[in-house]
């Protein structure tokens, strides 16, 4: 059995996102696409914690496009910057 490094296991990690976003956004246009994919990839970090809160508001029956609203609200001077 062979041993990941570190390195390794964040390139997987960061090729299953994309992937996985590229799944969720397929209705989206290309260069929107491309331009989520990239402010994701310069904070991933702060994307995760926007998820997290996201899916907290969604389980007290927030319904999730106004959950990720509020959410996105909550962060918007931070995703600003990543433009």
Do not use: W
């Not at 209705?27 to 402010?39: H, N």
């Not at 609203?69 to 918007?76: N, S």
């Amino acid at each position: 059995m062979r041993i990941l490094t570190s390195n390794q296991i964040k390139s997987m990690k960061k090729f299953l996102m994309k992937q996985v976003m590229k799944h969720k956004m397929k209705d989206v246009p290309k260069d929107q696409q491309e331009q989520m994919l990239a402010m994701v990839e310069k904070d991933p970090e702060l994307f995760q914690k926007i998820a997290l809160e996201v899916q907290e508001e969604v389980k007290k029956g927030t319904d999730q496009m106004m959950a990720t609203m509020k959410v996105a609200k909550k962060y918007q001077a931070e995703l600003q910057k990543l433009q």
